[in-house]
């Protein structure tokens, strides 16, 4: 089983809806996770880190659900630039090194 | 200014050539890393250095040499590549090697092994 799984997607979504990712973790001893956007051939760009408690930062929220091991990002009023994959990381157990989800792939159409 | 930076931007080279890869970071980061990423799989880890001393090698082969000549610099030696060795080479810092800390990549290095 893998770390972290996320469902790949696609997403296609109208621009102006609203979308939802979730990603579960496996290994409970997780202690940090964090969401990266990619666009098609460029880097991971860091979105958020997520928080126990759950954060905002315009129109993107991130919420970590420790009991029941799940991540989550919500995007309102999707745009068109938001077309990317959405990468879901943590950290695994006794490393530090971050562990990949494979991506959710997203794409808002007009 | 969280900018990682990368050269060269594409690499094509023979399978008996030697190449190297630089990243560079003036953000006072003293974790770096690189990242193995090939189409459509998320990247994968190959080696992490803290205060310029390497802290982790997943078990890549010998073929890949890491280098910390101070704490701004990472480089990449490549000897005797394979053709499946073609991929994006992410290099990535953080503030230090802790799980909270966030990693800030650089734009990478598309390389195609011939």
């Known amino acids: 089983r893998k770390e972290v799984e996320q469902d790949p997607g696609p997403f296609n979504v109208p621009e102006g809806a609203t979308v939802a990712f979730n990603c579960t973790y496996s290994n409970s001893a997780s202690q940090s996770f964090f969401w990266y956007r990619q666009d098609c051939r460029k880097e991971p760009k860091l979105l958020m880190s997520?928080?126990?408690s759950g954060n905002e930062d315009g129109r993107f929220t991130a919420q970590l659900n420790r009991a029941s091991q799940y991540i989550s990002l919500l995007i309102r009023d999707s745009k068109l630039s938001d077309s990317a994959t959405y990468l879901c990381?943590?950290?695994?157990?006794?490393?530090?090194?971050?562990?990949f989800g494979s991506g959710t792939q997203l794409t808002v159409l007009p | 200014d969280t900018e990682v930076t990368q050269t060269p931007k594409h690499l094509v080279m023979g399978m008996t050539n030697k190449k190297s890869l630089k990243c560079e970071q003036h953000?006072?980061?003293?974790?770096m890393y690189w990242y193995k990423q090939k189409a459509k799989k998320p990247p994968e880890l190959m080696f992490v250095y803290s205060y310029e001393k390497l802290s982790i090698n997943e078990s890549v082969p010998s073929r890949f040499s890491p280098e910390c000549p101070n704490s701004s610099l990472l480089n990449l030696h490549l000897h005797a590549l394979q053709p499946e060795d073609s991929a994006l080479y992410l290099c990535a810092s953080s503030r230090e090697d802790r799980p909270y800390n966030e990693q800030f990549f650089g734009p990478g290095t598309r390389l195609t092994v011939l």
């Open positions: 953000m006072g980061h003293r974790a």
């Open positions: 990381v943590g950290t695994s157990g006794s490393a530090r090194q971050l562990t």
């Open positions: 997520v928080y126990s």
